[in-house]
């Protein structure tokens, strides 16, 4: 009985390991499928994850373009308000120079030259330092109204301004010259080699007023060399010879110059002295037209040629001693 009891408790035993490990597999088998289920849980987590992280990219891309065309915007915006203001300054500007560029001509005109100065000055002011054509163009007027009003020295000084932006242009080398000659200083003026027969002539003007009447040839012909000033060189050539006493080469000249140059009433009146004393010597001539009028023409040609401003001037003479006038007036 005892056996048989074992055996059978034995054999219930070995049935009970066959159950246990049935369960056991059973559970280790369960136990898979949750670990599978945890891999497809966790892999469905990583892309959900992933998901998320594209999302929040794609929105960080979003903002970072709407930031950079609200950028763009804003720039374009500024910059177009920028442009208007800038164009109504500018145009302000341009407006107020030419305002006071037409207020100094205007006093130019009427000959209140400090005035004319004044208002081409603050022309200026608007123009930031620069020397363009409008610049050129005050500067010009103003050397002119600076000369009118004889202060050769500030005229001198705005010309040499134009020769430092332009330092082959004549015109502005001649009126460097022309306010040098003012001032008395003809060897600077010579030096500069751009009135040279004008400054011959006003030497030679100085030598007939001295009575050197040879000193003053040799001049007029180094004049005459130059190239400019020649209808005033050689209408003083004519009186030089004629003060000499040379009545035959005094009467030659003066019909060469009333042929080339045509006649006023001072040429008329030389000619038809000179005429009458065709074949009359130096020491005739001093007994003679005791009203001195052959002396007297030639003294007024030489003041008008001493003053280029002077009604008396010829035509040619007002062209070459105040150019800076008509390159004022071109350059408008």
């Known amino acids: 009985m005892r056996n048989r009891s074992a055996s059978s408790t034995e054999r219930r035993g070995t ?35 992933r998901a998320r992280m ?36 500018n145009h302000r500007r341009e407006t107020k120079k030419q305002e006071f560029l037409k207020a ?8 209140s030259y400090e005035e004319a100065i004044s208002r081409l000055d603050e022309a200026l002011q608007w123009s930031k330092g620069k020397v363009g054509e409008f610049e050129t163009t005050v500067l010009l007027y103003r050397a002119e109204a600076e000369f009118r009003l004889e202060d050769y020295s500030a005229a001198q000084n705005t010309y040499q301004i134009l020769c430092d932006t332009d330092a082959e242009n004549t015109e502005y080398k001649k009126g460097v010259a022309y306010c040098m000659v003012k001032k008395g200083e003809y060897n600077e003026a010579l030096a500069l080699g751009v009135i040279d027969g004008y400054v011959c002539n006003l030497k030679a003007v100085e030598q007939m007023n001295a009575g050197e009447y040879d000193v003053a040839l040799e001049w007029i012909e180094k004049g ?24 035959a080469k ?28 065709q074949g009359s010597t130096s020491a005739d001539a001093e007994a003679i037209d005791s009203s001195g009028a052959e002396g007297e023409i030639g003294q007024d040609n030489m003041d008008a040629t001493e003053d280029p401003g002077s009604s008396e001037t010829s035509g040619a003479e007002e062209s070459s001693t105040d150019p800076e006038t008509s390159k004022a007036a071109e350059a408008a």
Do not use: C
């Open 15 to 49: 049935g009970s390991g066959r159950r246990s490990s049935s369960a056991r597999y059973e559970n280790m088998r369960q136990e898979g499928s949750y670990r599978g289920g945890d891999r497809q849980s966790g892999r469905r987590m990583m892309e959900d994850e």
């Open 54 to 89: 594209r999302r929040r990219a794609k929105k960080r891309k979003r903002r970072r373009q709407r930031r950079i065309v609200l950028g763009v915007i804003s720039l374009a915006v500024l910059f177009l308000v920028g442009w208007a203001v800038y164009g109504f300054l």
């Open 104 to 111: 100094g001509i205007e006093k130019l005109e009427q000959e």
């Open 224 to 247: 005459k060399a130059a190239g400019d000033s020649p209808q005033d060189l050689m209408f003083n050539e004519a009186v030089a010879w004629e003060n000499k006493g040379d009545f």
């Open 250 to 277: 005094a009467l030659e000249l003066f019909e060469a110059y009333a042929a080339q140059y045509g006649t006023d009433e001072n040429v008329e009146h030389e000619l038809t002295f000179l005429r009458s004393r």
